[in-house]
């Protein structure tokens, strides 16, 4: 067994105090800015900007440029038949005979610039920017509910800390009085009025104590280190942490809450948002069934070819690209698109039904569990009076060490209940801070 030196058990709090005090505010401002996965989920909505930013730049003409080299293997012959620029008096036809001009084998290229700027597509292009937008938004929703999740973990891990140093302080007066009630034994029979059963039964109790009093310490510091991560710093990082506060009778209105909840959770917000993007995803379908217009320009550069051919062409136009029939394609995916935004309404009002109930809920398990906490206060002080009465009995040789032991093990159990119930109670306080969708 490991035992722990009592000038340990004495300095440890004092080192404690030339620590960072880290309230569960300042804990909650540093998960926020730092928390990998709020972060994450921050650059997602980010993401988005820059894919809305690109898709604007379709708006305006697109320049583009191709070029093409080649080696001609077989060759280029133009024939010109005789008169084929006509016939002129003191001349005569031109020309004269049946003439070909043939380019050479050699290297040749094409260079093509083209401009060309959408028309109907610009109401395409604002259909799907709005889609963009949707997308966005639900992300940052997403974020908003990664945010709350955070400070509900946050405040989680806070309290296990909170409840693991109230343990110890309680273990610590177990220790000390182990320690005084071993050395009242060991007095007692050295006066031969205790057995060498109940001094060894002692000096094992004291051990037991000093065992679990390490073993908390370093639960202690694994809770420690899972806060660190959430609040996205080195693991390392010493701290501590401020003692509970007091707990108050709750007055909240669960009614309210439970509306408010429905309208401004990140759920339900999303819930809305998928509908909205549903039916713009739906008018996207209905848009793509009109043609693609477009001004065109072009210009087309012949290199190394024969002068006869052109060395420059320059056109100006209107492409048109439509489908007029698509066996009904596009029909099928319009009904797909009807069926999505039903199917994003149900899940609206389920979402809303959900979030009302888990404001009820966790509602009802802080206002069980406050009630708990109370009763169990109660019985450890209750507990902890009759320990101090047999104690000093036996101090006095008025009582037997059956009769404080008995008392010191009904005081650890009440402390043992009241430590589980201030857990439930915290994580049911932690979990109805969730449902209201706090983020502080």
């Not at 280029?76 to 002129?88: C, E, H, W």
């Not at 701290?239 to 759920?267: G, H, L």
């Not at 206002?367 to 009995?393: F, P």
């Amino acid at each position: 067994m490991r035992r722990i030196p009592l000038a340990f058990v004495t300095i440890a709090p004092a080192l404690c105090l030339a620590q960072e005090l880290l309230t569960l505010e300042n804990a909650i401002d540093i998960a926020v800015r730092n928390n990998p996965s709020l972060q994450a989920a921050f650059l997602e909505s980010k993401k988005f900007d820059q894919k809305i930013a690109a898709l604007r730049t379709r708006l305006f003409p697109n320049f583009s440029v191709s070029l093409y080299g080649a080696q001609q293997i077989t060759p280029i012959v133009f024939t010109f038949d005789r008169g084929l620029f006509g016939t002129f008096p003191g001349i005569g036809p031109v020309p004269g005979t049946d003439t070909e001009a043939r380019a050479p084998l050699r290297p040749t290229g094409l260079v093509n610039g083209r401009i060309v700027q959408p028309i109907t597509q610009i109401r395409k292009i604002h259909l799907n920017q709005r889609l963009l937008e949707l997308s966005r938004d639900l992300a940052r929703e997403q974020a908003r509910l990664q945010r709350q999740d955070v400070v509900r973990d946050v405040r989680r891990a806070y309290y296990d800390i909170q409840l693991a140093e109230a343990s110890r302080r309680s273990i610590d007066q177990a220790v000390a009085l182990y320690r005084e009630l071993e050395q009242l034994t060991a007095r007692y029979l050295a006066q031969q009025v205790a057995l060498p059963a109940d001094h060894l039964d002692m000096q094992g109790r004291l051990a037991r104590a000093e065992e679990s009093l390490a073993t908390l310490l370093d639960q202690t510091a694994t809770a420690k280190e899972r806060l660190n991560q959430i609040l996205g710093r080195d693991l390392l990082t010493e701290y501590q942490v401020a003692p509970p506060a007091e707990i108050a009778e709750s007055e909240d209105d669960v009614s309210a809450a439970a509306k408010q909840a429905a309208e401004r959770s990140p759920e339900v917000v999303s819930a809305r948002l998928r509908i909205a993007q549903a039916e713009q995803d739906h008018r996207v379908a209905r848009g793509n069934r009109a043609p693609d217009l477009s001004v065109d320009y072009q210009n087309l550069s012949l290199l190394n070819y024969n002068k006869i051919i052109p060395r420059t062409i320059n056109s100006v136009g209107i492409s048109l690209t439509w489908e007029p029939y698509d066996w009904g394609r596009k029909k099928h995916e319009e009904a797909e698109k009807t069926i999505v935004v039903e199917q994003a309404r149900h899940a609206l009002r389920q979402t809303e039904t959900l979030v009302q109930l888990a404001v009820r809920d966790a509602h009802r398990k802080l206002r069980q569990a406050r009630a708990q906490l109370s009763l169990a206060r109660m019985d450890q002080q209750t507990a902890a009076e009759s320990l101090r009465v047999v104690k000093n009995r036996y101090a006095a040789e008025a009582a037997l060490l059956k009769d404080v032991l008995e008392k010191q093990a009904a005081f650890e159990q009440s402390n043992r209940a009241y430590q589980q119930a201030l857990t439930t109670f915290w994580g049911a306080k932690a979990d109805w801070g969730r449902a209201l969708g706090e983020e502080r």
